[in-house]
Nanobody
Framework: QVQLVESGGGLVQAGGSLRLSCAAS????????MGWFRQAPGKEREFAAA?????????????YYADSVKGRFTISRDNAKNTVYLQMNSLKPEDTAVYYC????????????????????WGQGTQVTVSS
C-alpha cells in the first residue's frame, strides 16, 4: 500500500502562485509515476500533470501536462523525501478545484498518465480557490 497526503492548497488571487506538495509513504518503491488531478464543482476529475517517479535525475523525470496548465504549472519530485510538488503560477479563477495527488504502479497503453483509472492510490485532496 501507498499512502498519499497533499498539502499547500488555499485561497489566492488571480495571477498569484501556490505550491502543492504530496508526501508518499509505504511501499513507495512500487511507484512508477505520480500525477495531479483536479475536480471543480459539478465537473469531472481532470488530469493536470504527471511525472515519472524513477529515471532521470534525482529531482526530475519525464513530465506530462494538460494543455490548460502547460507553461503555468510545473511538476517536480524529490525522491529522497518521497514527495512530489506542483508549482502553480499565473493562477486563474478556472483553476479553482480540489487537487488530488495520485500514484501509478503499472502504466498501460498510450497516454496512460492522463487517465484517472490508471492510478492505484489517491490522496484526500486539497482545495485551491482562485479569486478574480
Amino acid at each position: 500500500q501507498v499512502q498519499l497526503v497533499e498539502s499547500g492548497g488555499g485561497l489566492v488571487q488571480a495571477g498569484g502562485s501556490l505550491r502543492l506538495s504530496c508526501a508518499a509513504s509505504g511501499r513507495t518503491f512500487s511507484i512508477y509515476a505520480m500525477g495531479w488531478f483536479r475536480q471543480a464543482p459539478g465537473k469531472e476529475r481532470e488530469f493536470a500533470a504527471a511525472i515519472r517517479w524513477s529515471g532521470g535525475s534525482r529531482s526530475g523525470g519525464s513530465t506530462y501536462y494538460a494543455d490548460s496548465v502547460k507553461g503555468r504549472f510545473t511538476i517536480s519530485r524529490d525522491n529522497a523525501k518521497n514527495t512530489v510538488y506542483l508549482q502553480m503560477n499565473s493562477l486563474k479563477p478556472e483553476d479553482t478545484a480540489v487537487y488530488y495527488c495520485a500514484a501509478e504502479r503499472t502504466p498501460s497503453g498510450s497516454s496512460w498518465y492522463k487517465k484517472s483509472d490508471e492510478y492505484d492510490y489517491w490522496g484526500q485532496g486539497t482545495q485551491v480557490t482562485v479569486s478574480s
